[in-house]
């Protein structure tokens, strides 16, 4: 077990985004750090951008934010519980069923809104 936390100075973040489990895989991470979708300190991140203990690491992942702040970097994928242990999770809870659902549905078929009704759904949406 002592392996598998490989503690050192610091680690990937794409790797130590995988390895606490905040991804599925290490190259969907890799993809959000490409994408412009993690930040580190207020940075964007290349999937390589070493992580420290105390960096706030923010992914935007699955439709929601996660905002966690690293507690001891690992570059071995670990599971839940030591994932647990390896960050601090400063997210916002993630949206009730109801928000969710607010999102304007359109049915199969229906096709492109018209103009008319792109303009009702930014309305909805709190858009001017």
Do not use: Y
Not at 26 to 47: W, Y
Not at 99 to 111: L, M, T
């Amino acid at each position: 077990m002592a392996d598998a936390v490989m503690e050192t100075g610091s680690a990937r973040v794409d790797a130590w985004i995988w390895a606490v489990r905040l991804t599925k895989t290490r190259s969907v991470a890799a993809t959000a750090c490409r994408a412009g979708h993690v930040k580190v300190n207020g940075e964007r991140a290349k999937p390589a951008q070493p992580v420290r203990a105390g960096d706030e690491v923010r992914l935007f992942h699955a439709g929601r934010e996660r905002i966690v702040v690293v507690r001891r970097p690992v570059a071995k994928r670990v599971g839940p519980p030591v994932a647990a242990e390896c960050f601090v999770d400063n997210s916002p809870p993630p949206p009730t069923r109801v928000e969710a659902a607010v999102v304007g549905i359109r049915d199969r078929g229906a096709g492109r809104p018209t103009k008319r009704e792109r303009r009702d759904i930014e309305t909805l949406r709190g858009r001017p």
